[in-house]
């Protein structure tokens, strides 16, 4: 605007030709001239007025084309498109690549274009609407937030549904991320626990929804509604105050929703196959690494290095670590195993109990009798209507019915060694493997003893039929001489006795003649 003020002044005051004009200003002739003739249009006749001067120049850009926004970018927009339509079809929305993901891939890609253009051209593909979010201000160290939110990935090769658990300090923007199988109590108050851990202390208020893990009552009046009483046992252990959003006003915790979205987004847009959980996790940790260490919209610093003036308002952290178990009683079925979450558990029958206590860890449940002496361990299961049975717990029960071995889940369940030594050696005969399973938990020695001695013996001579007798005299053997054993060690002593048992009988016929 600057420019034609003066292009004009001298053209009228000055009197300077178009060519000396555009010689001074190192504009072409035909711009000088066009913005003279402009001014004729619209001042109506040939002289200097003051709306002409003072208007910006005007230029038509109908017909131009983009010249970065290349047919190969458009190609490569598009695609991303399909793969966040292919997305919504299997149900991961919320895993879809935003306008800001597609631009910062296209730069990694090596393509120079800008963010506005790579927006105008998705929004001309989609025709989608922004979300609005109402910026809050946060004191240092006072509140966070927490919420859980949804994830699909290829967990293993399968699709696997997973929970989000997402911490976000509003004042340093800071964020941790955990995923979890399920969206429990224990899985709750574990995120909590690692939460606290991680960033060195606790902040003197957390904020959530009317979560079922979080509200033991719900009424549409704050202020009466009840917390959960492992809630209340969190809060008093770690000393902060749990605060409730209004019913339906999500925006009242604004920043971790919106952070829920970014991490999950920032994290497994591109990469969603994992060999394991432990292995996403691992994935998560590092991208969310990588946020906080990025500066936020309007800051100078990055989030962590706000954080470094946060954690000087934090609260202290325990001395002790808080157990994060939920523990509840539970009546022993007819098949020796109790019910959490609708799967089932086994438990020993010779406890001989109708009901005991467990405690449910987000990966374990341990199992204990009704005076807190230990009784069992298992692995958490995942799905429903599943069992986790474990062959040792059913000793009596199997000695009374030794046929139901060969078909029982707690056999099908067992490792592959103990399977092969029964199906192998024992099929026929099931009250020696019993005998063998009981010898073997009152002695405290594992299967895999038992499949070496098994596999020196076969070695020596491989037509000779497994007994237990044998197994258990060359175990005591071991045991006795407290060395492992090895295909190169001397027979042992039944070996011996077997032979002087023969040279007797041998001599015993010989008199017989």
């Not at 969190?234 to 970014?262: D, M, Q, W």
């Not at 009784?375 to 049975?389: D, I, V």
């Not at 073997?440 to 020596?460: A, E, P, R, Y």
Request: with cysteine.
């Amino acid at each position: 605007m600057v420019q034609k003020q003066q292009i004009i002044l001298d053209y009228y005051k000055r009197g300077l030709s178009i060519r000396e004009i555009s010689r001074q200003t190192r504009l072409h002739r035909k711009t000088i001239k066009a913005h003279i003739e402009k001014y004729k249009q619209e001042t109506g006749f040939d002289q200097l007025g003051c709306e002409g001067v003072v208007l910006p120049p005007e230029y038509d850009s109908s017909a131009r084309k983009p010249r970065k926004l290349t047919e190969q970018i458009k190609a490569i927009i598009r695609e991303f498109i399909q793969a966040n339509e292919r997305k919504v079809n299997n149900r991961m929305r919320k895993q879809c690549m935003c306008a800001t993901d597609m631009h910062e891939e296209l730069v990694n890609r090596g393509f120079d274009i800008g963010y506005t253009t790579v927006c105008q051209f998705v929004k001309t593909e989609t025709h989608r609407r922004t979300e609005k979010f109402i910026k809050q201000h946060h004191a240092p160290g006072k509140s966070a937030e927490f919420d859980w939110g949804h994830c699909k990935l290829f967990i293993g090769g399968k699709l696997t549904k997973l929970n989000l658990a997402v911490f976000s300090l509003p004042y340093s923007n800071r964020r941790w991320s955990y995923l979890f199988d399920r969206q429990d109590t224990p899985s709750f108050l574990w995120a909590h626990v690692l939460f606290f851990k991680d960033i060195g202390g606790i902040p003197h208020e957390i904020v959530y929804d009317n979560m079922k893990t979080a509200v033991a009552k719900f009424s549409y009046n704050n202020r009466l509604k009840q917390p959960t009483t492992e809630l209340l046992k969190l809060s008093t252990f770690h000393i902060f105050t749990p605060r409730f959003c209004n019913a339906y006003k999500g925006n009242e915790k604004g920043h971790v929703e919106n952070s829920v979205e970014f991490v999950r987004r920032k994290s497994f847009c591109v990469d969603d196959h994992f060999d394991s959980l432990e292995h996403a996790n691992k994935h998560l940790s590092y991208k969310v690494q990588q946020l906080n260490g990025r500066k936020s919209s309007g800051q100078e610093l990055t989030n962590f290095q706000r954080f470094e003036n946060e954690i000087k308002h934090l609260g202290a952290l325990p001395a002790s670590t808080y157990d994060i178990a939920v523990s509840d009683y539970y009546k022993v079925s007819k098949y020796s195993s109790i019910q959490v979450d609708n799967n089932q558990y086994s438990v020993p029958d010779f406890s001989s109990l109708s009901s005991v206590q467990a405690k449910v860890y987000p990966d374990r449940i341990c199992i204990y009798n009704l005076q807190g002496q230990w009784l069992a361990q298992h692995q958490r299961l995942t799905g429903k209507n599943s069992w986790s049975l474990t062959l040792e717990h059913y000793r009596i029960t199997l000695m009374r019915k030794p046929g139901a071995v060969a078909n029982s889940m707690a056999l099908n369940q067992a490792s592959t060694l103990v399977k092969d030594i029964f199906y192998g050696h024992f099929q026929d005969r099931p009250v020696e493997f019993i005998k063998l399973l009981n010898y073997l938990s009152d002695n405290s020695i594992s299967f895999d003893s038992v499949g070496s001695v098994i596999k020196i013996i076969l070695d020596k001579a491989p037509h000779m039929k497994i007994t237990f007798d044998y197994l258990k005299c060359q175990l005591e053997a071991n045991r006795n001489s407290n060395d492992p054993p090895s295909s190169h060690d001397q027979p042992c002593p039944l070996s011996k006795s077997i032979l002087q048992s023969c040279g007797q009988q041998l001599n015993d016929y010989q008199t017989l003649f």
